[in-house]
């Protein structure tokens, strides 16, 4: 795998997590819930924009 590759692969990985992250606080306020939905990054920024009025859908 080249360098660009393994860098843009990370920096997703970042970017989702701090998202997510992001986006739990907000909601919940709490610490062990944002690194929950840290951990699962993208999958919880994706089902956030999906199940939440006003996302996807508009």
């Known amino acids: ?3 660009a590759t ?3 692969a990370q920096a997703g ?3 989702g997590s701090a998202i997510a992250v992001t986006i739990s606080w907000s ?3 709490s610490i062990i819930w944002a ?3 840290g951990f699962f990054g993208w999958f919880y920024v994706i ?3 999906f ?3 006003g996302g996807l859908g508009g």
């Open 1 to 3: 795998m080249s360098s």
């Open 6 to 8: 393994s860098s843009a």
């Open 13 to 15: 990985i970042g970017l």
């Open 27 to 29: 909601l919940h306020k």
């Open 35 to 37: 690194i929950v939905h």
């Open 47 to 49: 089902w956030h924009a």
């Open 51 to 53: 199940t939440r009025p």
